[in-house]
């Protein structure tokens, strides 16, 4: 029943406690005085079996997340070209935006994960400031965004339909149409294969990065679109199988947190249907 020591109610009690000390330490004989439910053995057994249950999956879910890599086998008769010959860099580093409490939204490093774009946390520009920021070029759906540093690698594909800036530790890759798939490269370049080449390829000391220069030199495989569009496709059902980890993930967090409301006596309900 410890698990009660992660709920609200002991974040309450303990800012209870240090409300208006110097320092916001605590001593033993603080917790001694937090107080919880207890009910009989045999129902701490039931709860506690019902939370592990929980645990579990998302446990397993949560490696699911880890592990995956989309996996593209190279055929030994593709082209292999650099970077910089497919792709058009745009690149914002070296320039910090004046940020707004609303907005047009700005997309950092901290927003592109592997393989995906998540919106928080939440960062605008003015919009009148738009036009004078984005002076470098502006990304269109379909390229690629790729963290230069802290994180190094992290790659996803824009598929946002309005405007947005970028700010530093960002550049967006711009495949030429022609010969590249945006989502092939993204895909690509998340692979453990591309991942270790750009990772032997970082340089800093306390912060580690990767040069414009040294990213364009990378080579990468150059498939027929057909293929592209072919391999995108079957990574892309897998992807949809990673993403519904996440929201299982989510899903059983919020079990757990229902059965510790239950237990302070709390109507919290579980969530249920598809949309939790």
Request: glycine share 6%.
């Amino acid at each position: 029943m410890l698990k009660q020591l992660t709920t609200g109610h002991f974040n309450d009690f303990l800012r209870e406690q240090i409300a208006g000390a110097n320092i916001n330490n605590l001593s033993g004989g603080l917790l001694y005085r937090f107080q919880i439910p207890l009910p009989p053995l045999d129902v701490q057994q039931e709860i506690v079996a019902e939370i592990e249950g929980y645990q579990k999956v998302i446990n397993g879910a949560r490696a699911v997340l880890d592990h995956y890599r989309p996996h593209i086998p190279i055929h030994p008769d593709w082209p292999e070209l650099p970077l910089g010959e497919v792709c058009r860099f745009i690149d914002y580093r070296g320039k910090t935006p004046e940020k707004t409490a609303s907005g047009l939204p700005l997309i950092t490093a901290k927003n592109v994960r592997e393989g995906y774009i998540n919106p928080e946390p939440r960062e605008f520009i003015a919009e009148a400031d738009y036009d004078a920021w984005m002076t470098r070029g502006i990304p269109q759906v379909g390229d690629v965004l790729f963290t230069m540093e802290a994180p190094l690698g992290n790659v996803a594909e824009i598929t946002m339909t309005g405007r947005f800036a970028l700010a530093q530790r960002l550049v967006a890759l711009c495949p030429n149409r022609e010969l590249l798939v945006g989502a092939f490269l993204k895909d690509l370049l998340l692979t453990r294969t591309l991942q270790d080449k750009i990772l032997a390829h970082q340089s800093g000391t306390t912060v580690y990065g990767i040069k414009a220069s040294v990213l364009k030199e990378l080579t990468i495989p150059l498939p027929p679109l057909a293929t592209q569009q072919a391999i995108v496709a079957e990574i892309e059902a897998e992807q949809a199988l990673v993403a519904a980890n996440r929201e299982l993930i989510a899903r059983f967090e919020k079990k757990i947190q229902a059965t510790l409301a239950r237990v302070w006596g709390e109507n919290t309900p579980e969530p249920t249907g598809e949309n939790t």
